[in-house]
């Protein structure tokens, strides 16, 4: 039941920065882990960064991939039912499509993968030049 868009990829020189944004639907965005992943032709989907919070903890918790720590940083507008992703010192092989994803926080386990989410958004292009 839960819908997600992302915003408008783009094409990023070498060592640029884009931030995408996931919108989601009128459901509490704090009851749903969101996943950010990404999808390069001929290679697997694979998770980038997941954010997400446990019950009964007040803390977020959040994953990224070792390709882009401390480069990429997820957050969250709960008061706007937006998710975040900044990039930073994007590089060529951070080239795919990237999507959200959405999951109720009830049955999330902590795993940033695909399969741990139901709930999808169509994808946009992001190229980082070479």
């Known amino acids: 039941q839960l819908r997600l868009v992302e915003s408008e990829g783009g094409l990023v020189q070498p060592g640029g920065s884009l931030r995408l944004s996931c919108a989601t639907s009128d459901f509490t965005l704090e009851h749903y882990a969101i996943g950010w992943f990404r999808q390069a032709p001929g290679k697997e989907r694979e998770g980038v960064s997941c954010?997400?919070?446990?019950?009964?903890?007040?803390?977020?918790?959040?994953y990224y991939a070792d390709s882009v720590k401390g480069r990429f940083t997820i957050s969250r507008d709960t008061a706007k039912n937006i998710v975040y992703l900044q990039m930073n010192s994007l590089k060529p092989e951070d080239t795919g499509v990237y999507y959200c994803?959405?999951?109720?926080?009830?049955?999330?386990?902590?795993?940033?993968?695909?399969?741990?989410?139901?709930?999808w958004g169509q994808g946009t292009q992001v190229t980082g030049a070479s």
């Open positions: 954010i997400w919070r446990h019950l009964w903890l007040s803390d977020e918790s959040t």
């Open positions: 994803a959405g999951e109720p926080r009830a049955y999330y386990r902590g795993a940033c993968v695909d399969n741990s989410f139901g709930s």
